[in-house]
């Protein structure tokens, strides 16, 4: 997490191109950018620091490969997870362009491996609720992970306590 221009440089520096930069506000899904030119990168940082206040961006490590979306309903106990889905998140063609608030979404994933849901939910979704409740925080309702199917494995890039848009739709279809 950066606050200044200087802070955001050095994490370029640490993490390298690919260049990860995102608005810590909120920013319906297009507070980042993801660039191979760390001019864009900086630039965009320093677009977002200039709200002025508390502003901060975040850089982070690239994840290969593509995001998956997968819900889970829970009790705080038993954890019972929905289809996965994907999102078309990048304007133009063959994932390009800026990301967008969404502008569709599918699901099944005939790609997907066939354990991907099995295997989430024993690794991460389980875990996590397990832990919220070890912890006197115990959550029920609907958990949202944000994954990425990289090379060196799924790794989770968010949580949300909601249905994420646009994918809910095909999900619940």
């Not at 354990?115 to 919220?132: I, K, N, Y």
């Amino acid at each position: 997490v950066c606050a200044t221009v200087d802070d955001v440089a050095a994490a370029l520096d640490q993490f390298g191109a690919p260049y990860v930069v995102k608005d810590d506000g909120l920013a319906a899904g297009k507070g980042v950018v993801v660039t191979d030119d760390r001019h864009v990168a900086i630039e965009h940082a320093a677009a977002c620091l200039a709200r002025g206040g508390d502003a901060r961006v975040v850089v982070e490590e690239f994840l290969d490969g593509p995001e998956v979306s997968l819900f889970a309903i829970t009790d705080g106990t038993t954890v019972l997870p929905l289809q996965p889905a994907q999102d078309f998140k990048r304007v133009g063609e063959d994932d390009t362009g800026p990301n967008t608030g969404g502008m569709g979404a599918y699901s099944p994933l005939p790609w997907a491996p066939a354990d991907l849901v099995s295997d989430v939910t024993e690794r991460v979704l389980q875990p996590v609720v397990d832990a919220m409740a070890r912890r006197g925080t115990p959550f029920s309702g609907l958990l949202y992970a944000g994954l990425a199917m990289t090379s060196r494995g799924v790794r989770v890039v968010e949580f949300n306590a909601r249905f994420g848009d646009p994918e809910t739709q095909v999900v619940l279809a």
